[in-house]
Every structure is written in C-alpha cells, then in structure tokens.
C-alpha cells in the first residue's frame, strides 16, 4: 500500500528562523512527489512537483528538495505569512496518496 | 491560471436529503476528482473521473455517487445525507496523467448535515 509520512505534525517557529518539514513515501513506483499549502478554510494550493532524486525547485523562501526516500520542504527566514498547512502528495501508478501535513506556526 | 470553483462554501442539510455538490473548472482538465477532508485522516479520495461519462471509486465511495456530463463540470451526490458525512469537501482537476501531474483545488465546501 502506498503510504506518505509527514513530519512533524505542527512546528511552531519564530520569525527568521529557518527549519525543514519532511516528508517520507513509498519508494517503489513513484511518479512525482508534490507539495501544497493549505491555509485555514481554504483548498490546498500547489507549491511544486519533484521527479527525480536530487531534483530541487524554489520559490520565494521555499525549497522543495527529493532524495531517494524523502522529500523535505525547506523554509528559509520565515514569516507570519508562512503560517499554513503544507501537504505532500505521492503520485503512484493510478493513484495520488496524500500525507496529513504538518501545520507550521510563525510567531513574530 | 487554473481555478476550479465549488458553487458553496458552507451549506448544511438534513438527515436523509439528497445532497448535489458542484465543481466546475476552467483548465479543460480531463482528469476530476472528489474528496473530503477530516482532521487527523487527511484527504480521502471518493471517486474520480477520467473523462465525460466515466467515473471511477476511489478508497471511500459507499454513500455517494457523481455525475459528469460534461468535460469541465464534475457533481458529487450524496443520496441520502447521514451526519457522518459531515465534512469538507474538495473538488481538484489535473491533465492527462494524473499521477505525474499536480491537481488544483477548489477552495470546498464545507458541508453540516444535521
């Protein structure tokens, strides 16, 4: 059964202070490996899809890295604005299995 | 951009009603998706479809059914209400191979039924 872990399940952070969220999968049959941001009471927005180990994308004070394993989704200097539920999403042979988040907290 | 729209972001009903969820999207997406979406279970996926007139279950299908007439509309039916389908509902869409490509999200509805 295809799984993904996300870890950890809440982070509470001060501004600036830089961390990673990771995200664990079944390795067999991967065909992506996607991240989203879901803020309160809103659909989850996409972020990135990563293919293939070592593959890197970036956007503004994110970083989306994949190695065999995992994926980690890097957050540099962060601010309030942040704060959100980030997902990853395995695609699978017909199948998209989602992780349950981690839900990130930036304190001014 | 792509935007998928649900048509309500809150609606409650009653017990035993006939419940019609709508999603459209504007991307000429061939692949729809339905899932609701509970504290600690993450997203679950209820049924999906591949093109106008095919559907497919997903993992938890018992107690709904969908309608897809037409390519960038895609309904989601609950036949008869119960209280533990109270959730939030989520309506993507994605191109051509879904499992390599990312799916957009309409901002759900939130569904109370009562």
């Known amino acids: 059964e295809d799984q993904v872990t996300q870890s950890p399940e809440a982070l509470r952070l001060q501004e600036g202070e830089s961390s990673s969220l990771n995200c664990s999968y079944t390795?067999?049959?991967?065909?992506?490996l996607f991240w989203y941001r879901q803020d309160p009471g809103k659909g989850p927005e996409f972020l990135f899809t990563l293919y293939s180990a070592g593959e890197e994308k970036e956007k503004e004070r994110l970083k989306a890295t994949l190695t065999k394993k995992e994926s980690f989704l890097h957050i540099t200097a962060p601010k309030p604005e942040d704060s959100a539920t980030y997902l990853c999403a395995r695609g699978g042979y017909q199948k998209v299995t989602f992780g349950t988040g981690t839900k990130l907290q930036v304190i001014p | 951009d792509v935007k998928v729209t649900q048509s309500s972001r809150y609606l409650v009903k009653r017990t035993g009603e006939k419940v019609f969820l709508e999603c459209v999207q504007d991307?000429?997406?061939?692949?729809m998706f339905w899932y609701r979406q509970d504290p600690g279970l993450g997203l679950r996926l209820i049924y999906f479809?591949?093109?106008?007139?095919?559907?497919e279950k997903g993992d938890i299908p018992e107690g709904y059914s969908v309608s897809r007439e037409k390519k960038e509309r895609f309904s989601l039916i609950l036949e008869s209400a119960s209280t533990n389908q109270t959730s939030m509902y989520l309506c993507a869409s994605s191109f051509e191979e879904y499992s390599n490509q990312p799916q957009h999200f309409g901002d759900g509805t939130r569904l109370s039924i009562l």
């Open positions: 991307m000429d997406h061939e692949n």
């Open positions: 479809s591949y093109d106008v007139k095919m559907k």
């Open positions: 390795v067999s049959g991967l065909r992506g």
